[in-house]
């Protein structure tokens, strides 16, 4: 279920009426169909506000969300190749057999 945090709208309203952070949090958290409810107003606005609103939201989660994708990355890989050379061991891992 969508729910507003920081915003004087609700998620019942029109979502020309939810401005960039409502239009963040439904493309965020928001699951089907609230991102359905976006995409069908976007196309039929016929200024494009909406569509560029989307798109302002999408770049600010882009930017927002990156560097967890970053250090998401970098935990897979770390974890993935202390599991194959050291069977995965927290122990075995702290003297590291690379460090001089």
């Keep these: 279920m969508l729910t507003f945090r920081n915003i004087t709208a609700e998620p019942s309203d029109p979502v020309e009426d939810w401005g960039p952070e409502g239009v963040l949090t439904a ?3 928001g699951g089907l169909t609230p991102i359905a409810r976006v995409a069908r107003a976007a196309l039929d606005d016929p200024r494009q506000q909406l569509w560029r609103t989307v798109c302002m939201a999408s770049c600010s989660a882009w930017v927002t969300h990156r560097l967890y994708f970053v250090f998401t990355c970098i935990w897979m890989v770390t974890y993935w190749q202390r599991k194959s050379l050291l ?3 927290q122990v ?3 003297p590291s057999p ?3």
Aim: hydrophobic share 40%; aromatic share 8%; charged share 25%.
């Design 27 to 29: 493309l965020d958290r």
């Design 87 to 89: 069977d995965g061991s």
């Design 92 to 94: 075995a891992a702290s």
């Design 98 to 100: 690379f460090a001089g």
